[in-house]
């Protein structure tokens, strides 16, 4: 499980707020060896964003095992696959962290922020920014693969589906990426700003929401609009 903590210090008359990565475990329970965790991550649990997760149940209080301090405010979602956490900061940082240990193992540095919460797939870190990049990074090492620029910022979540990645972005449109290569499959373009994460359905239909007020389907494949509901209001939910 994982948990998020701020805390506002005071020093030399400003104020600056901390921000910690903080990984518990439970008394009485013992912890997965990194060979029993995934080889992949998906924001939300999985494609279609279910919030769903296979792990223990939590039937205790936790108790801290470690924290990693970070000065700028984390607004992602973490990662965790094998022995390493991942997870961006409004620092321009994007960190895997020892999940045993709390060590910083790698970071990569942006330009700017991140607010996008990683996905992890056979090794493969995928992330957007707010420099307007998705990137592609080794996920052991942290090294740049590729990277796709947006016409705007990211706050869009990529996922990983039908052997593309979908990821929104500010300039108002849907992409489709190939992951390998990071070449733009897709587009699709709505009429407003799209924050919100792209879910997938089993029939490989992927859904996205617009902060032209409408929730949109489109086939995954090629990006074709099966359909679009009007909801009344922008749409920053995943």
């Not at 948990?3 to 921000?19: C, E, F, I, Y």
Request: charged share 15%; net charge negative.
């Amino acid at each position: 499980m994982t948990h998020l903590t701020s805390v506002m210090l005071d020093k030399g008359g400003l104020r600056a707020a901390l921000l910690t990565f903080c990984l518990f475990f439970l008394i009485n329970f013992t912890p997965t060896t990194a060979q029993d965790q995934p080889n992949e991550w998906v924001y939300r649990g999985d494609i279609a964003h279910t919030g769903q997760y296979d792990s223990p149940p939590m039937l205790t209080a936790p108790t801290q095992l470690w924290q990693f301090p970070i000065e700028r405010p984390v607004r992602t979602s973490l990662a965790v696959v094998g022995d390493l956490v991942y997870g961006g900061s409004e620092n321009g940082n994007l960190y895997a962290v020892d999940r045993e240990t709390g060590k910083e193992v790698w970071r990569f540095t942006d330009k700017v922020s991140f607010v996008s919460s990683p996905s992890v797939l056979n090794g493969v870190l995928y992330v957007g920014a707010l420099d307007g990049n998705v990137y592609a990074l080794d996920a052991l090492t942290g090294k740049e693969i590729w990277h796709y620029t947006t016409g705007n910022q990211i706050y869009s979540s990529p996922t990983i589906a039908n052997d593309m990645l979908y990821i929104g972005s500010l300039d108002n449109n849907l992409y489709a990426l190939d992951p390998v290569t990071g070449k733009e499959i897709w587009h699709a373009a709505t009429a407003g700003q799209v924050w919100s994460s792209p879910a997938v359905d089993a029939n490989g239909t992927v859904y996205i929401g617009s902060h032209d007020h409408f929730v949109y389907a489109y086939n995954g494949k090629t990006g074709e609009q099966i359909w679009k509901f009007d909801t009344g209001g922008e749409i920053n939910a995943s």
